[in-house]
């Protein structure tokens, strides 16, 4: 009975042994730890063509405005002479001519057609060769100041009536005509200045005389004020072709006497020559803001 059990138990122990075997064969394996999984990864998505700005190919300025410091340069104001003719007529000529011409239009008297002029007594500088500097210095000066020049001539040698200078005037639609001249007298002690236009009553052109006589005082004050020179006046006659012929405002500008010891050498001197120049040119100024004052075409 004894070694029966010790059989049975074998067995027994054996079975269970058996069965512990099968139960390890068969147990699942543990499971390997999860993987981690990457985050499901997109394709970038093309970024969009920038699209150009509406101003695209414009250039703007932006002013902020203002600043730390003002600036005291003033606003350019346009020209005075802006949209105004002016005619200059440098005096004489080189060779006068002594053929008559009628004083004014249809007239019967006539004077010589023009001439050679007076000459410096103490320079020996003629009046013809004076008038043409200066006028070629004035017309500089206007041209600057926004004018339009038209010069009856810019040489010595020409030929040109009084009423062929007025001519030109006309036809290039001048608003002021301004004729360049040099005095002369008996008396060498007279100096100074002057200018000269027609009458009120002038049977040629007395329409032009309110005008005339505005551009002549003008002209005087400037240019004396620019010289210092002595004031004369404004000689008003009517025995001046170069007046009479004239179809605009029209002055004769007397610089100086070139009998007079003291001014024919100044009239002589470049710099005082300039300073006549601009006088001239401060009167026509003067002239034509008076005009613009007054509502004068």
Known sequence: MIRIGKHIAAAVFILL????????RHAPAPSAPPQETPAETTAPTAAPEP????????????????????SSAPEPTPAVGAAHIVCIDPGHQRYGSSAPEPIGPGAAQTKARVTGG???????????????????????????????????????????????????????????????????????????AMTICMTPQNPYNAALYPESRALSDCVLDALVAATGCVRESVWET????????????????????????????????????????????????????????????
């Open 238 to 297: 009517d025995t001046m072709s170069g007046i009479n012929w004239a179809a605009m405002p029209v002055t004769i500008v007397e610089m100086g006497y070139m009998t007079n010891e003291r001014e024919d050498r100044l009239l002589a001197a470049e710099d005082y020559r300039a300073r006549i120049a601009q006088g001239i040119a401060d009167g026509i100024d003067a002239y034509f803001a008076r005009l613009e004052s007054e509502g004068t075409p």
């Open 17 to 24: 042994l058996l069965a512990l075997f099968g139960c390890a």
């Open 118 to 192: 007076t000459q410096g007594r103490f320079t020996g500088i003629t009046e013809y060769e004076l008038n043409l500097a200066v006028s070629l210095m004035l017309r500089d000066a206007l041209t600057a100041r926004g004018y339009a020049v038209v010069m009856t001539r810019e040489t010595n040698d020409v030929d040109l009536s009084n009423a062929d200078r007025a001519a030109i005037a006309r036809s290039a639609g001048a608003e002021a005509f301004v004729r360049i001249h040099a005095n002369g007298s008996d008396d060498p002690g007279k100096s100074g």
């Open 51 to 70: 699209t150009p700005a509406v101003g695209a190919a414009h250039i703007v300025c932006i002013d902020p405005g203002h600043q730390r410091y003002g």
